[in-house]
């Protein structure tokens, strides 16, 4: 092979190599999928109403509230009767959730989910009675009322009892339905903001540049790493939507920060391929302490007067197993760290600390969140 040969080959190698680098850390999204628009987003709503026909699985009657509110439904069906002598283990207070959807209008559809307040022990089979739904502002913006669908159950009595999931949780599938709408009139808008979902500098150029290039015309521009605000009129198109529908499905580049996220409760790591490590030594070890403690009976010689005692004699074993060592080069990867710990027989839990020393010692190339 000629020394030109073997030049081009040594810059393919160089090429490719550069090229996998990059797909490792920069990736295509659709503007849509990473951004959001200022301001336009779903509400929560709440509601509080009662669930009904329950087979003697509903609050006690030292449920108060529950008592009062089934006595007041009663009163506005025109039947009097005291709170004090309605029985209500057939009946549960609940407390109704749901999101309202961004743009939502009246008689639009929303799953429910309803929550028991009180001490009953299943909502299996009831139905949640009309229940207004009222949003942060305290005004209603929809109601809800239908058949609960538990996922659990619960059976037994006393001490002899069963039970699955939470069953004194249920949805209602399209339970419920929109009276007011909160949206905003996007048509008479003359300038938003596109909020990226990860903040990045260099995305929130990305992205003003990508609609910029498509318009033909400076109309976005990037405020800070995650705003990215657009004028509707130097856009050259009349209204927002349309100018949306345009820029929605471009596509750009995303860079994608090195993350390392860990879960010390249920020992859960996460890591991406693109995470880099430097040259770093790591030393593994565990002192394992058992104690074991025996008892004795000291019994007194007969005629001495003497007690009998118990008596104790702990007995304390430690034992410390060699430190297992692996080492690591400049640039390693997630791949090779995960199994040098693996060879060493290290746990999750182990993981984490090592992954906590090392970002510690300034080896760890990415960001370390602990949940």
């Known amino acids: 092979m000629s020394w030109l040969a073997r030049l081009m080959t040594f810059a393919l190698v160089l090429l490719g190599n550069a090229s996998a680098h990059c797909d490792e850390t920069v990736r295509l999204a659709k503007i849509r999928d990473v951004t959001t628009i200022e301001g336009v987003r779903d509400n929560p709503l709440i509601g509080y109403g009662i669930v009904v026909g329950l087979a003697g699985t509903g609050d006690k009657r030292q449920t108060v509230f529950t008592t009062q509110t089934l006595a007041n439904v009663l009163q506005r069906m025109g039947v009097q009767i005291p709170a004090a002598s309605v029985r209500v283990n057939n009946v549960a207070a609940v407390f109704v959730t749901t999101r309202l959807p961004v743009f939502a209008r009246p008689g639009t559809s929303l799953d429910i989910t309803v929550s028991s307040v009180g001490d009953a022990k299943s909502l299996e089979g009831g139905l949640l009675l009309l229940t207004p739904l009222y949003g942060p502002d305290g005004r209603v913006y929809g109601e809800a009322q239908g058949s609960v669908a538990v996922g659990g159950y619960s059976a037994g009595s006393g001490g002899n009892t069963r039970q699955t999931n939470h069953p004194t949780v249920g949805r209602i599938p399209q ?122 009976v000291s019994q007194p010689q007969p005629l001495s007067k003497g007690q009998t005692e118990v008596l104790s004699q702990p007995t304390v074993q430690t034992t410390e197993p060699p430190a297992r060592r692996i080492e690591l080069g400049e640039g390693a990867n997630v791949e090779q760290l995960v199994g040098g710990l693996q060879a060493i027989g290290a746990t999750a839990r182990d993981v984490i600390s090592v992954l906590q020393a090392i970002k510690a010692a300034g080896a760890l190339e990415a960001d370390l969140e602990v949940l």
């Open 175 to 296: 339970g419920g339905r929109v009276e007011r709408e909160a949206g905003i009139d996007l048509s008479r808008m003359t300038e938003f903001s596109l909020l990226l979902s990860n903040p990045d500098f260099t995305t929130a150029e990305e992205l003003a540049r990508t609609i910029n290039h498509e318009l033909g015309r400076q109309a976005a521009k990037a405020k800070d790493s995650r705003r990215v605000d657009v004028n509707v009129a130097a856009s050259g198109i009349r209204t927002m939507p349309t100018l949306m529908a345009r820029i929605e499905n471009l596509t750009i580049s995303v860079e994608r920060r090195a993350k390392v996220v860990v879960n010390e409760r249920t020992g859960t790591v996460v890591m991406g391929k693109d995470v880099k490590l430097g040259a770093v030594s790591i030393l593994h070890g565990g002192i394992s302490i058992q104690i074991t403690t025996e008892y004795s």
